[in-house]
């Protein structure tokens, strides 16, 4: 049943891709801002507690209703799962910024390439050139590649929807409430930080993996291995590191006359950055994503084989 929820919640999500003020993430980003107002003393431990508050009881809840449904009515049960992966997963949710940027530079519109980065990534993207643009948003293409599906993908196919739901809102709190620069005096995002770290870290790998098999598999391991180690956030180096060295692009510090959008080291081997490997670094996901349901397949089969032979 895992792979039938997965490809139904890919196909609804084709078909009608959440907004990004859909009244579900609205809600909870609601939720969300009101723990933050309430707690968020720049306290480590109001951390804890504020990230306890937001994903246990919603993680419990889903856990108990997916086990109901699944006891007393399988395809309810099923029916559920494709709800919250259709909620959690959300391909389409970060590949049309994705796919305005690549338009923008194909058709050599620097400016409306600028505009399309910074409404998409928050980035300063006033003085960046075409080779600069296209860096960043194969950068941010891969992380949330990985944060919108394949992180999710892998907690759901073990653990079922509550696995997805733990590991999105993880995902969501570590960009909110970790994305703080941390100081002595406010260490409230320090716990989103290292929860999601810890979370991640299987799925990062299992990522970068999976880039690397669909993609240049000597340079991604090889970039992988010297170079993810650089990057400030050890998760997301794995997965850019690997991304890069599989499409072979050079990304992270954005060099030139520009000013830098942030200081990062840089990753990759290879070409500069532009709109053709814009292109290469969207087949190098979908590539991924058909490598991951066929993982997902086989499992299920195998596990149904189980079951009929028990």
Do not use: K
Not at 90 to 111: C, M, N, T, W
């Amino acid at each position: 049943m895992t792979f039938v929820a997965l490809v139904a919640a890919l196909l609804i999500e084709q078909l009608r891709a959440l907004t990004p003020g859909n009244p579900v993430h609205a809600h909870f980003r609601r939720f969300v801002l009101f723990l933050e107002r309430a707690l968020d003393t720049g306290d480590y431990r109001q951390g804890v507690l504020a990230w306890i508050v937001c994903v246990v009881p919603l993680v419990v809840l889903v856990a108990a209703v997916a086990s109901w449904l699944n006891r007393a009515a399988p395809f309810l049960g099923l029916a559920f799962d494709v709800a919250v992966l259709y909620v959690t997963m959300g391909f389409r949710q970060f590949s049309h910024g994705y796919g305005q940027v690549h338009a923008a530079l194909r058709s050599a519109d620097i400016e409306h390439a600028r505009g399309a980065l910074e409404r998409w990534c928050g980035a300063q993207a006033a003085a960046l050139g075409q080779s600069e643009i296209a860096r960043v948003a194969i950068e941010r293409g891969l992380v949330r590649a990985h944060r919108h599906v394949f992180g999710v993908l892998a907690w759901f196919a073990v653990f079922g929807a509550w696995g997805a739901v733990l590991y999105r809102v993880a995902a969501w709190l570590r960009e909110d409430w970790g994305s703080r620069p941390a100081s002595f005096a406010d260490q409230f995002g320090a716990f989103s930080r290292d929860a999601f770290e810890l979370i991640d870290w299987i799925p990062a790998r299992l990522t970068a993996i999976s880039f690397a098999v669909t993609g240049d598999f000597e340079d991604a391991l090889y970039c992988w291995r010297t170079q993810a180690a650089a990057w400030p956030e050890p998760t997301e180096g794995i997965v850019l590191a690997a991304g890069a060295g599989a499409i072979g692009v050079r990304l992270g510090s954005v060099l030139g006359s520009a000013q830098p959008v942030e200081v990062r080291p840089e990753l990759g081997t290879g070409e500069e950055a532009d709109a053709e490997l814009m292109t290469s670094a969207t087949g190098l996901i979908w590539r991924a994503l058909v490598l991951w349901l066929f993982v997902v397949l086989l499992l299920t089969v195998a596990t149904w084989l189980g079951s009929a032979s028990a």
